[in-house]
């Protein structure tokens, strides 16, 4: 099991807790995280990636042990710590404006 930690408003509207854990199949990256997430909170479609071309949405950042992934390729494999489950997944919603 693969553990998202989700922001605030995105806890608000899947009605669930700041963590999440998710089903993934191998191998383990942020695509299969984030399909995983979608499958499982039809309610976060189109809130974290765009609907039609899947790409993060521009105030939404990816953070996994200590590292920003946020620029990394969808289906480069996530650090093995988050794999095993040891270290959270976090969608982190990014500050805007001066």
Not at 16 to 44: C, S
């Amino acid at each position: 099991m693969i553990r998202v930690i989700l922001p605030v408003h995105l806890r608000t509207l899947a009605r669930t807790g700041k963590e999440v854990q998710v089903e993934v199949p191998e191998p383990i990256t942020q695509r299969g995280v984030l399909d995983a997430v979608e499958r499982d909170y039809p309610m976060l479609v189109g809130t974290i990636r765009d609907r039609e071309s899947g790409r993060r949405r521009p105030l939404v950042r990816f953070f996994a042990c200590e590292e920003d992934l946020s620029n990394d390729p969808p289906d480069a494999p996530l650090p093995d710590r988050v794999a095993r489950g040891e270290e959270p997944f976090m969608v982190v919603g990014a500050m805007a404006g001066g």
